[in-house]
């Protein structure tokens, strides 16, 4: 049996567990005399009026705490994990896995692989499927769990067991018609590979997919990110197989009947063309896996750009960082500003850490940003914060290298440093902008 731990990061004010005096380290032992498991299971337990809470304080002493409330009345904790009896780990070995493509001295969850359909659920984390027990499938069904998100690549059984080398993946099938069955509805993701499931393996596998499209909500296909760590000899997505691609994904919409299937914003960028309008992403369903990003942001611009101010106060120069891909857009985008004493600078961070075939800002180090900047006179730079740790909805000041932003700062002692924390949206650089107005 596995251990259930429930420690209180914290507790929300005027709640009832801060007026019983919960306090942030304390564990929940029991509830109603049972342990649950994860925080959806607690969230089925504590819907009653009344409630016996077990509690184990920070000095050990043991309270019992006797509650009367309203039925679905939250009792105000906010617990370290929203898993308790430890996250489900990886079992899988995929040929495209980023985490195998990383060095050695990162941050240690950096190679953490969990495989946990809980996390997918409440976090929207990509699950294989493949460490799914019979226990697991009773509780999606009965807690009616909907909906997941799905790493699927491949609808060929042996293709996609090559691909993740496991033999369970092969399983795919039948578990999609099992979630057909429950009616949990499903994000997809196709990591596509050149030479494994690009081209007329993606046909069969979105042609396959027409029996589940009543629990499909949307099918994202991203290239496969290939570090200089890499041991195996890949091909990258080129123009021609970008180009190839975003054509089978229209063609499969319309099959569907309903836009659906997305291809994420690189193939826009390697095939050289424009990313499509909103009507392409629909609720921008997939945004964390790269697809609508560039729209969204152009669309902010543009929203803001008239809002903007014509001059400001004194000479002043801002400069955003950024990954190749996104430092391309906002070139392109800052040459429609025109504010008198305002000079807008963009800077393309090399990814010296992971090599240059990765060119998103998430995997940009430190020390990348410390080599771009080392020589350069920057008054005020602009990053993004998925360059740095994130902790639930904030972020710490450390990169992925465990450089810190007082690393950065050192460089120059005058230079201001703002982080954008939404990067989907122009919105924040734009109140940067007005500040000096």
Same mark, same amino acid.
């Given at each position: 049996? !596995? ?7 914290? *507790? ?21 005399? =049972? ?19 077990? *509690? ?9 705490? #006797? ?8 009792? +105000?904790?906010? %617990?370290? @994990? ?9 079992? &899988? ?52 769990? @909907? ?13 996609? /067991?090559?691909?993740?080398? &496991?033999?369970? /993946? ?14 949990? =509805? ?17 046909? !069969? ?8 499209? @009543? ?6 296909? *991203? ?13 990258? *997505? ?8 975003? !054509? ?43 697809? +609508? /990003? ?36 906002? =070139? ?5 500003? $025109?504010?008198?004493?305002? #000079? ?6 090399? $990814? ?8 998103? /800002? ?17 008054? $005020? ?8 740790? !994130? ?22 002692? $005058? ?14 650089? @734009?109140?940067?902008?007005?500040? %000096?107005?």
């Amino acid at each position: 049996m !596995k251990k259930i731990t429930m420690v209180v990061e914290d *507790v929300i004010k005027n709640s009832i567990a801060d007026a019983i005096g919960i306090k942030s380290g304390d564990k929940i032992l029991e509830i109603n005399s =049972k342990q649950p498991k994860d925080i959806i299971e607690y969230s089925f337990i504590i819907n009653d009026e009344e409630i016996n809470l077990l *509690v184990e304080h920070k000095n050990s002493k043991q309270e019992l705490y #006797e509650i009367e409330k309203d039925l679905d009345e939250d009792l +105000g904790i906010i %617990f370290t @994990s929203s898993v308790f009896d430890n996250v489900k780990k990886c079992a &899988n070995h995929c040929i495209f896995c980023f985490v195998d493509q990383q060095p050695k001295g990162l941050r240690e969850s950096l190679y953490v692989k969990d495989d946990d359909w809980r996390l997918s659920y409440l976090d929207g984390t990509y699950i294989t499927l493949t460490n799914l027990n019979e226990d697991d499938w009773e509780r999606i069904e009965k807690y009616h769990i @909907s909906p997941l998100f799905v790493s699927l690549h491949t609808l060929n059984p042996i293709l996609r /067991a090559q691909m993740t080398r &496991n033999p369970k /993946a092969a399983d795919i099938l039948e578990q999609l018609k099992r979630f057909k069955k429950i009616k949990t =509805k499903l994000h997809l993701q196709i990591v596509l590979c050149p030479n494994y499931n690009d081209g007329e393996e993606l046909k !069969k596998t979105l042609f396959s997919l027409l029996q589940f499209k @009543s629990i499909v909500k949307s099918v994202a296909v *991203v290239p496969l990110g290939i570090s200089k760590y890499r041991k195996e000899d890949f091909k990258p *997505v080129d123009k021609k197989i970008a180009l190839e691609t975003i !054509k089978i994904v229209e063609e499969y919409n319309k099959m569907f009947k309903k836009q659906v299937i997305m291809a994420s914003d690189e193939f826009f960028v390697l095939a050289g063309l424009d990313v499509p309008d909103k009507k392409y992403y629909g609720d921008f369903l997939q945004i964390e896996d790269g697809v +609508g /990003a560039i729209r969204l942001l152009e669309d902010s611009f543009y929203k803001n750009l008239k809002k903007l101010p014509k001059k400001i106060k004194s000479k002043t120069k801002l400069t955003v960082l950024s990954a190749k891909t996104a430092s391309n857009i906002f =070139k392109k985008l800052f040459k429609q500003i $025109n504010i008198e004493n305002l #000079e807008l600078e963009v800077l393309v961070a090399k $990814n010296g850490f992971f090599g240059d075939k990765i060119n998103v /800002a998430g995997l940009i180090t430190g020390l990348d940003i410390i080599n771009t900047i080392k020589d350069k006179n920057i008054e $005020n730079l602009i990053l993004p914060s998925v360059m740095l740790k !994130k902790t639930g909805d904030n972020y710490e000041e450390v990169f992925l290298d465990n450089t810190t932003l007082d690393d950065i700062k050192k460089l120059n002692k $005058n230079m201001k440093i703002f982080v954008v924390n939404d990067c989907y949206s122009f919105d924040e650089i @734009s109140d940067i902008i007005k500040s %000096f107005k």
